[in-house]
Nanobody, 119 residues
Framework: QVPLVESGGGLDQPGGSLRLSCTAS????????MAWFRQAPGKGREFVAR????????DYTSSVKGRFTISRDNFKNAVYLQMNNLNPEDTAVYYCNALNAARTPLWSWGQGTQVTVSS
């Protein structure tokens, strides 16, 4: 299994911005599509955004389109999630993971990073 380390979460007001980071200790990081997921209190984990291995394509769940941007730096083994115009419904623990061919999570989950949006 690959250790995943998420960071960058915190408390922000509605309309604010946060940038999440995820690093993976893996020499072949650049071979994997990567994704962000989130789990809100009392709910299951849901897909948020995906980026292909070379970064040439992305897609998002409808609720974050136009507000969130996923990106990656393969030299740093890192994937990022820029979150703008946050709203309380974005409150969740955010996780990153690689995706297999079926677009399901490939590795064990990391500890995640908590994002709380509240006035």
């Amino acid at each position: 299994q690959v250790p995943l380390v998420e960071s960058g979460g915190g408390l922000d007001q509605p309309g604010g911005s946060l940038r999440l980071s995820c690093t993976a200790s893996l020499l072949t990081f650049n071979l994997y599509d990567m994704a962000w997921f989130r789990q809100a209190p009392g709910k299951g984990r849901e897909f948020v955004a995906r980026i292909t291995s070379n970064g040439d394509s992305t897609d998002y769940t409808s609720s974050v389109k136009g507000r969130f941007t996923i990106s990656r730096d393969n030299f740093k083994n890192a994937v990022y999630l820029q979150m703008n115009n946050l709203n309380p419904e974005d409150t969740a623990v955010y996780y990153c993971n690689a995706l297999n061919a079926a677009r399901t999570p490939l590795w064990s989950w990391g500890q995640g990073t908590q994002v709380t949006v509240s006035s």
